[in-house]
């Protein structure tokens, strides 16, 4: 079986939240080079794709196990700011290294049936363990009806769905996105579809008091902290996971937004204690998304 490489880290870590970034996956996209290595700061080497196994490299030396690879749906396919990664992608990453990548299929509110028959597919016949979406790409809020056949799909797949929550920025300046994710928004949702495992990524900044709120009200409602980098998390997000909160965060980095090495040190600053910080880096994902210890 394969195994990543001996590090330093007590704690191997489960990353929640990557983006395929070989140079084939990047084939299909729009140039995002002012965003990512202007807005965001990601080195021109990294931009510009590293392979499967320069990534297994990097999650190594960070002390990270496996990465759960999104095959994102990032807007509607047909306008030129916006694009899907192939579900068959991720499926190939997974299938070449089944101990270290799990794969997440993207989310198009606006493809309808179509949509959710191809999220079914890609839990059954490609063993993806969930679902993934972008509300502020659509401006279809979490609780937009466009989005309930996906949430009952998910619930009979027995499988959770990541949306990303808090202030979306501009990725794209022909295309600028407004801000729907708002945590509250989960409220409905959680209420409506009690049994499915509802997961806000990106923290909910700045809006991470009405997402803890939210996670503390639903029992299936989860966070994710990825792509904020940990030094800079309001007091009350490092609290939240430290105590009340200690089985309902999961670490992630959304790379190449954050890179893996930089964030698990910063994670390893915030003087976590041992417990909840295994559960963070580790436990919770595993339970959440019914993966093997």
Known sequence: ??????????VLAVDTVV?????????????RRAFYQGKIGVDRGTFEGIELDEMLRRMDAAGIQRAFLVAAKVGVKWHPACYH?????????VRRHPDRFSGLAGIDPTE??????ALRRA?????????????????LP??????YPFYAECCELGVPIQLQVGQSLIYDASYPRRSVGRPI??????CDFPELKLIGIHIGIPWHEEMIAMAWKHANVFIVTDAHSPR??????????????QDKVMFGTDFPVLDFARTRAEVEALGLRPGPRRKFLRDNALRVYGLPA
């Open 19 to 31: 983006n395929i970034w070989t140079k084939q996956a990047l084939a299909g996209r729009p140039d």
């Open 142 to 147: 979490p609780d937009h009806a466009r989005w």
């Open 185 to 190: 928004t989960l409220d409905s949702v959680a």
């Open 112 to 117: 309808g049936m179509e949509g959710v028959r």
């Open 85 to 93: 990664v192939p579900y068959e992608l991720v499926a190939e990453a």
């Open 1 to 10: 079986m394969e195994q990543p490489a001996a590090t330093a880290h007590d």
């Open 123 to 139: 839990v059954k016949e490609h063993g993806f363990i969930g679902a993934h979406g972008y509300p502020h790409w659509f401006e």
């Open 232 to 245: 800079y998390w309001p007091e009350s997000v490092v609290r939240y996971i430290d105590s009340y909160g």
